[in-house]
């Protein structure tokens, strides 16, 4: 369900009796009310009520956050709605811990590894578990079974687990069918269990920092101990790793042999906890720095090699030059690692190679004498050239991939070979993170000096807080009569006020003191602002961050010639984006005329796009597929006098 992204409206803060109403409800759908005491003293009463609170904070804490999501569901896209629960425990990351569809409330994975045992869990082969990890329903076959959990039963939610891993949720769903009292598996068909949410979809990747989503562990004790009798004398298990989906759109373990009959594969099953322990406790081995480096470098060759036998009659084999940074990454690169697991997807990052960016990896491609490479600005690079006749990619031996759907291949990239380099614009799907951060000018520089943060050269305005913070209590400066003041210092007062005093700041000089708050924004408007805005798996190494704010994409409404109206954009390179492709593309979309100019306010190789007619709507679309957010566009509608 949750293959695509949700629109995830504004967050806001669960209020107390929303959160424990919401947390009751979950205790109550879910049969989790802790264990009552036969006593009624007012000692038992107590614990009582502490235990329930502990559950309920378990279960959604105490910083709860919720927001309205839509999504689309099924083969006809229908618009489903709902509620996620975003929250974090001890300090963690926040995370959607719960979600709400069609009035019925699902656990995500990341509550299911910190509350063990809430949901009863179902096995299935780790071949099987990759299929539903791309949005596959569980077949009747693929249960590994009988004995099944007596709460699995029709209508039920359930959780499912890996045989490799069986104490270690990896999806949600809903049992389609009375599971707990099937007797056997073998030669059944039809759908077992609905998936709803799964490790590796849009769910378990969201987060409020923008990363990616958390690795599931490697073993869940509480889990194992609840699991252990009903996963006992279980014999179901795949070896060949080669099935397709069943004839209903799930996951089947029937195969097919050459005479048309049918078969099950089997193993010898876990018939104990120990057998179960030692399933537990094996690991897929780490990837080093060298096979992680070997495997960028073939996956290249892979992409180039797959152009030359794909497009052997078209110029330069299809391939549109100059190739940016991150056209080769998504594909030449990205489509070709061998990542079949949600481990290795995770292993084979660039950041993890010994080159840590895209800019180097060309470099070194350059010095192997496979590519022509030429420095733009930006301090990004661009291949202008390949050389097609090199026996490094005539002779290449294509290794397996990935299949398309499942999650690793999804997450590396498998499904866009050749969307964006057939349009041109490498720009379309790019993930963009914009950046406001702060240089020290040289008269704050002594707070740094004096403070036990880490030096740097740029800082968030959260890590210049944070400085201050320390430097303001190694010196002990927080005012005794009144925490929220900051007693002044000489280095305080000659770094923050020494220069181009006001009446002001003679006052709060001679007062001696500022509220902290004040104090901090005070700190950070004597650094340079300077920004910084990074696509796809770049960070702030890769790219000098700029001077000045972050800026914007301006899309200007204006009437021309009478009454005709023309809409207008700039500011397009700041973020990524050729003009050039953009205007193609509008050009079709509004079924109106284009054309693309240089930008006089904007400097040096600053293109502007004007579109006939007003536009804006179509510009946003536009603009939203490349990665720009709302918050970075500006709409100035000059037809009628007034900005929105």
């Not at 030096?455 to 430097?471: C, D, G, N, V, W």
């Not at 005012?479 to 003041?485: D, P």
């Not at 502007?608 to 536009?622: H, I, L, N, R, T």
Request: aromatic share 6%; proline share 5%.
């Amino acid at each position: 369900m949750f293959k695509k992204k949700p629109q995830i409206k504004t967050l806001s803060p669960l209020r107390s009796s929303d959160r424990r109403r919401t947390a009751d409800r979950i205790i109550t759908e879910y049969k989790l009310e802790p264990r009552q005491l036969d006593s009624e003293g007012a000692e038992d009463k107590t614990a009582s009520t502490e235990s329930r609170t502990a559950l309920r904070s378990s279960l959604l804490p105490d910083n709860a956050l919720s927001a309205k999501f839509t999504t689309t569901s099924g083969p006809n896209l229908k618009e489903v709605q709902g509620t996620v629960y975003i929250g974090s425990h001890e300090g963690g990351e926040q995370r959607i811990l719960w979600f709400t569809i069609e009035n019925q409330i699902y656990p995500t994975v990341y509550t299911l590894w910190r509350n063990l045992g809430i949901l009863p869990l179902l096995h299935t082969p780790s071949v099987v578990v990759h299929k539903l990890q791309g949005g596959a329903d569980l077949m009747t076959p693929g249960l590994a079974g009988p004995p099944f959990p007596a709460g699995a039963t029709k209508g039920a939610v359930v959780a499912i687990a890996s045989l490799d891993t069986p104490s270690v949720p990896v999806a949600v769903g809903v049992c389609e069918i009375d599971v707990s009292a099937l007797k056997e598996t073998r030669g059944a068909k039809g759908h077992a269990v609905k998936t709803v949410h799964w490790s590796g979809d849009e769910l378990w990747d969201w987060s409020t920092s923008g990363k990616s989503g958390a690795i599931a562990p490697e073993s869940l004790q509480g889990w194992l101990d609840a699991v252990v009798e009903d996963v006992q004398n279980m014999s179901l298990g795949i070896e060949d790793d080669d099935h397709e989906d069943g004839d209903e759109g799930g996951v089947s373990l029937i195969e097919g042999n050459e005479n048309g009959n049918t078969k099950r594969s089997t193993s010898s099953g876990l018939s104990n906890k120990a057998d179960l322990a030692e399933v537990v406790d094996v690991e897929e081995a780490d990837l080093t720095e060298a096979e992680i480096n070997g495997a960028f470098k073939q996956a290249f060759i892979y992409g180039v090699h797959h152009h030359l036998e794909t497009n052997p009659d078209q110029p330069k084999h299809g391939i549109n030059f100059p190739l940016s940074q991150s056209s080769v990454m998504s594909n030449l690169v990205l489509p070709f690692l061998p990542a079949f697991t949600p481990k290795q997807t995770e292993a084979l990052q660039i950041k993890k190679t010994s080159w840590k960016n895209i800019r180097k990896f060309i470099k070194f491609l350059e010095k192997q004498k496979l590519v022509l490479a030429k420095e733009r600005t930006g301090n990004e690079v661009d291949i202008l050239d390949i050389d097609f006749e090199d026996a490094t990619f005539k002779d290449f031996q294509p290794y397996k991939l990935p299949k398309k759907g499942t999650t690793s291949s999804s997450a590396i990239g498998t499904a866009n070979i050749t969307d964006s380099g057939a349009s041109g614009d490498d720009a379309i799907g790019q993930r963009l993170k914009v950046i406001q951060l702060y240089k020290p000018e040289r008269g704050v520089l002594t707070i740094f000096k004096n403070s036990d943060s880490a030096k740097k050269t740029y800082y968030t305005s959260s890590e210049l807080r944070t400085t201050l913070t320390t430097y303001i209590d190694s010196q002990n400066l927080v005012s005794t009569s009144n925490k929220r003041l900051v007693m002044l210092d000489p280095i305080l007062s000659n770094a923050l006020f020494a220069s181009n005093q006001t009446n002001i700041d003679a006052e709060i000089l001679a007062r001696g003191s500022l509220p902290r708050d004040a104090l901090n924004e005070r700190f950070i408007t004597a650094c340079s602002p300077h920004h910084a805005i990074l696509r796809n798996d770049q960070d702030t190494s890769d790219m000098k961050p700029r001077s000045g704010i972050i800026p914007k994409i301006e899309i200007i409404l204006e009437t021309r010639g009478g009454n005709k109206t023309a809409t207008r954009v700039h500011g397009l390179e700041d973020y990524h984006i050729r003009a050039q492709p953009l205007a193609d593309e509008l050009r079709k979309t509004c079924a109106g005329s284009t054309s693309v100019e240089a930008w006089k306010a904007g400097g040096k190789d600053k293109m502007e796009v004007m579109v006939q007619g007003p536009q804006k709507d179509a510009v946003v679309k536009a603009l939203e597929k490349r990665g720009v957010d709302k918050r970075w566009i500006d709409v100035v509608d000059k037809t009628k006098g007034k900005k929105k």
